[in-house]
């Protein structure tokens, strides 16, 4: 279903909690310039999570796709899970209990098929970091043979972005997972909120998706809707969208090579993702996204999301 020039890709997500990660697998199943070969699921109740991709997946016509269940805690087991509650709703039936993920396990799969073409797969990674770091644990040549790994997750706070947390979501909920991941010597770009926060869906982008008129955009609006910020707020933001739109369009953000470390121990500032530029004995460990083409990205998402996956 792929064209031959697309990029061979593997999603690990914790699709459920933020509606941004079921945006970002419309992104990613609309797109010809990504052959999806596998997601898999990460944190916390992962048997349910794969059912909600399991179903986008059988609305969008894509039961080609193996779908793994992965680690529920995180890597040492000291942190407590994150479960708002609302995960499934109005998407999940009763007779999705009968979804059934792949046998394999995500970090199994993850070591294996990465191994079986090392310098050609790319990973994206829109969860903590548990599985990616398992499967880096578990092969030592995982970090090489990945052709590429792109993360949602962590802070920046520039200047005019203050007001961010100190820690991001993705980070703080396995920060030794993100230590590891960072430290592993993989090729990595680095998608922060100082940039996420900039680009939002509207309602008025909700309809257009809802008038596409198919079951899987219906189901993807009606997601949206649901979510309590986007109930709240009136928008919520593009963060994995985003992400995966950087995969096929590089070119939306600017980045910069710059040494990221985990903040593992700290009192307040524990998850908390620490960047510098540089030199002598710090080397640059990703490309982070510094900058936003805030109109470019919001169009070419939300066009994504208005195509049938192909």
Request: glycine share 8%; with cysteine.
């Amino acid at each position: 279903m792929a064209t031959t020039e697309a990029t061979p890709l593997i999603l690990d997500t914790d699709i459920g909690t933020d509606v941004d990660d079921c945006l970002a697998l419309a992104v990613i199943l609309a797109s010809p310039e990504i052959e999806l070969l596998g997601v898999t699921c990460v944190y916390g109740d992962v048997r349910l999570r794969a059912r909600m991709v399991l179903k986008l997946l059988q609305l969008a016509g894509r039961t080609d796709v193996p779908v793994m269940l992965g680690a529920e805690q995180t890597l040492l087991g000291v942190r407590e899970i994150y479960w708002p509650g609302h995960e499934g709703v109005g998407l999940l039936e009763d007779g999705d209990a009968a979804l059934a993920p792949d046998p394999e396990h995500a970090v199994d799969y993850l070591v294996r098929t990465i191994m079986a073409r090392p310098g050609e797969l790319h990973l994206l990674a829109i969860g903590p970091l548990t599985n990616v770091a398992l499967a880096f644990r578990r092969e030592p040549r995982l970090a090489q043979a990945v052709r590429h790994l792109t993360i949602m997750g962590g802070a920046m706070r520039g200047t005019d972005k203050l007001g961010l947390p100190f820690a991001e979501h993705n980070i703080v909920c396995d920060p030794e997972a993100a230590h590891v991941v960072f430290a592993s010597g993989a090729p990595i770009t680095l998608v922060p909120l100082d940039l996420t926060t900039r680009v939002s869906i509207r309602p008025d982008d909700v309809a257009k998706i809802k008038a596409v008129g198919t079951p899987f955009h219906d189901a993807v609006a009606r997601q949206v809707e649901l979510y309590p910020r986007f109930v709240e707020a009136g928008s919520t933001y593009l963060h994995d969208p985003l992400a995966a739109a950087v995969v096929v369009r590089p070119r939306l953000i600017e980045t910069a090579p710059l040494h990221v470390a985990v903040e593992t121990q700290g009192r307040v500032t524990s998850g908390m993702t620490v960047a510098k530029l540089p030199g002598g004995d710090l080397p640059a460990t990703a490309s982070v996204g510094l900058s936003v083409d805030v109109a470019a990205a919001e169009a070419f998402v939300l066009d994504r999301l208005q195509r049938v996956a192909y």
